[in-house]
C-alpha cells in the first residue's frame, strides 16, 4: 500500500488517528469471539463502566516495523499475548488467547499497514486494550468487557544521539506493593506513576527508579522501563519477584546479553548501593528500547556512572536488539513475525 503522506521525521510519540481499530466484546465467563476492524474514532460508554469507576482494565504495548527486507513485522507477539492474559485473569476478566489476539494485531496491522513508517523512520505503536464495559455500581467484575486495539505511527524513541537518563531514586514513592498489581499491566498502575515523574521533572530529572516497597535497598524498575546493571563480566537485573512487570525486552536482552556479548546474567537482586558503583546502567522496554542511564540522585548525593556516558552493552545490545527487530542482521530466535498484508 502507498505510504500515508506524513512527515516521518517530525514523528514523536503521541496520538495519531489511523484507519481502524479492532474491537470486540465478551460476557464474563465467556470466550472471545467474534470482532471487527471498525473505524478509528471515539466510543461510546456507560458512566458507571467498571473501568471507569474501578479500574478494571490492562493494556499491551507493542510496534510493527517496515524492515529491511520490505516486510511488516512484529517482534514476539505471543509474548505480549500471553502477558495481556495474565493480566486479564488478575483483574478478573475473561482471557484472551493467544492465537485470537493475534490474529486481532495482524488485522489491525494489516488494515492500517500505509501508516507505518518508512524502513528506519520509527514505527506503528500497538495499543491493545481490555475493560470492563458493562455498569457496576457496586465494587465487582463487570459482566461484559471489550477488546481494542488501536495504532499510532510514532518516531525513533530518540533522534539522533542517545542521552543518557539522570534520573532519582525516590522514597517518597513506591510503584508496586509485594503480591499487589506491579506484575501485570493494569490501567491503575501508570495513574499511580503520574504524580512521581511530574515531581521528579519538576526537579530536573527524566524519570524514577522505584525501590522494592519492602526493602528500600534493592532496586526495581525505572519509569516503565526495566533495569539493568554491569559490574565487569557480570549483567544484573532484579528477578520477577512479583512486583516487577516481565519485559518482553528484558527477557530477549538477557538472551542477547549471554549469546552475543558472553556477559554472565544473573537474576537477582539489585542494591540501590550497587547501583552507584556500576560499569553501567541501562533500561529495556518496547518505547525505550536500550536506554542508559548516566546518573542517580539519591537523597540529594548524586551518583554519576560510567562518566555519563553510554556504555559498551549497552550500546551493543541496543544495536543488536534493533538489528534483529528491523532486520537488518538474522534472528536465529524466531522472535521476528512477518504481517502479511493486503
Ligand atoms: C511495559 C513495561 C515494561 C517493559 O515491557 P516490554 O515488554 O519490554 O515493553 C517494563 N516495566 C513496566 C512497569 C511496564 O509497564
Known sequence: MTKQNIDWDALGFGVYPTRSMWQST???NGDWADGSLIPYGNIEISP???????GQGVFEGMKAY????????????NMNGKRIANSSHRLCMPELKTDYFLNAVEQVVSDNSDFIPPYGKGGLYIRPIVWGTSPTLGVAPASKYTFMIYTAPVGSYFKGNIKPLNLIASDSYHRAAPKGIGNVKAIGNYSASLRPVIEAKTQGFDEVLYLKADD???????GSANIFMRKGNQLVTPK?????????????IIQLAQDRLGLQVEEGELLLSDVFSADEIFCTGTAVVVTPVGQVTFRGKTHTIND???????????KTLLGIQREDIDDP???VHEVKTT
Do not use: Q
Request: overall charge negative; some cysteine.
Open 48 to 54: 458507571a463502566a467498571g473501568v471507569l469507576n474501578y
Open 26 to 28: 465478551c460476557p464474563i
Open 308 to 318: 555519563g556516558n553510554m556504555g559498551e552493552a549497552a550500546t551493543e545490545l541496543r
Open 333 to 335: 530466535y524466531g522472535w
Open 240 to 252: 520477577l519477584s512479583g512486583s516487577i512487570l516481565p519485559g518482553v525486552t528484558r527477557d530477549s
Open 216 to 222: 528500600e535497598r534493592l532496586v526495581e524498575e525505572v
Open 66 to 77: 517496515h524492515s529491511a527486507k520490505d516486510r511488516i513485522v512484529l517482534f514476539r507477539p
